[in-house]
C-alpha cells in the first residue's frame, strides 16, 4: 500500500510509506484461482522482500524521451531494517513477522513529482512467490492517493515477462532512435556524395575544356610553322630555279662563242 501526504513543515515536501502486512496462519483454502486478470488470488503467507523505487522521466518528446529507474530503499531477511538520510530521502523501514513497512520523507520538489513504485515480495500458502506492485505519480497538490487493492498479486514469472516486455519497449526505443540518426547520417552522406559528383564533373569540364584549348593553340602553332616552311621551301625552290636558268643561259651564251 502506498500512501502520499503533504505536511505542513516546509522542509518535507511529501511523505511517502509502503505497508503490506503477513498472515502466518494456515490457508484455508486448497488452491489458488486466476481472477478476470490473470492474477492469483492467493493468501500472502510469508513477506520475503519490500523495496521502493524511483522513476524519473528526461527529455520533452517521443525522440528524445527517457525515463531511468532507481533503487531508493529496501528490506529483506538479510537486511530487515534501514534507517538512513541519502540524496535528500530519508529511508526508515522495517521487516517484521507480521507488518514490512518502508517509510520515505522527500525533501526535493523533484521527488515529489517524481513516479514511486513499491514492489513486495511473498509466498503464498502453497509456497509459490509472488510479486505486487503499487504506483504512485506524485503531484505538489494532490489530495492523498491510496492504490491499496488497485493491483493485484502476481506470479514471479508474470512479473518477469512483464520486465521483459518494458525492457524490450525501451530497447526498440532505443533502436529506433539510432536507426534515425543513421537515416539522418545518411541523408548527410547523400548531399556530400551528389556535392562531390558536380565537383567531379566541373573539373572533368575544366579539364576537357584546358586540353580542348592547348590542343587548338598547339594546332595553330603547327600550322604557322608549316605555312613558314612552306614559304622558305618555296623561296629556296624560286632561287634554284633562277639560278638554273643563269647558268643555262651562260652555257649557252659560251656555246655560241
Not at 68 to 83: D, F, G, I, Y
Request: proline residues 2%; charged residues 25%.
Amino acid at each position: 500500500m502506498l500512501k502520499h501526504q503533504q505536511k505542513g513543515r516546509r522542509a518535507i515536501c511529501g511523505i511517502l510509506t509502503c505497508i503490506e502486512k503477513s498472515n502466518n496462519r494456515q490457508s484455508i483454502t486448497s488452491s489458488s484461482q486466476l481472477n478476470g486478470n490473470g492474477y492469483l488470488n492467493s493468501s500472502v503467507r510469508t513477506i520475503t522482500g519490500m523495496a521502493v523505487y524511483k522513476t524519473e522521466q528526461y527529455g520533452s518528446d517521443a525522440h528524445t524521451e527517457s525515463r531511468e529507474t532507481t533503487l531508493v530503499a529496501s528490506v529483506n531477511s538479510q537486511q530487515p531494517r534501514v534507517s538512513r538520510v541519502a540524496n535528500a530521502i530519508k529511508v526508515d523501514g522495517q521487516m517484521e513477522s507480521s507488518i514490512t513497512t518502508i517509510r520515505l520523507e522527500l525533501f526535493k520538489q523533484e521527488d515529489c513529482r517524481a513516479e514511486f513504485t513499491c514492489e513486495v515480495i511473498a509466498v503464498d500458502a502453497e509456497g509459490r512467490e509472488l510479486v505486487r506492485t503499487s504506483h504512485l505519480l506524485q503531484q505538489p497538490s494532490s489530495p492523498v492517493l491510496d492504490t491499496a487493492g488497485e493491483e493485484g498479486w502476481t506470479p514471479a514469472v508474470a512479473m518477469h515477462l512483464v520486465n521483459l516486455v518494458q525492457d524490450l519497449s525501451t530497447n526498440m526505443e532505443l533502436m529506433r532512435n539510432t536507426l534515425e540518426d543513421y537515416r539522418n547520417r545518411l541523408s548527410g552522406v547523400d548531399d556530400r556524395v551528389v556535392a562531390f559528383q558536380k565537383d567531379v564533373t566541373s573539373s572533368i569540364l575544366n579539364l576537357e575544356k584546358g586540353v580542348s584549348d592547348n590542343s587548338r593553340i598547339l594546332e595553330n602553332r603547327l600550322q604557322d610553322k608549316m605555312e613558314r616552311l612552306e614559304d622558305k621551301f618555296s623561296h629556296v625552290e624560286d632561287r634554284t630555279t633562277y639560278n638554273y636558268v643563269q647558268l643555262l643561259n651562260k652555257i649557252n651564251e659560251k656555246h655560241f662563242i
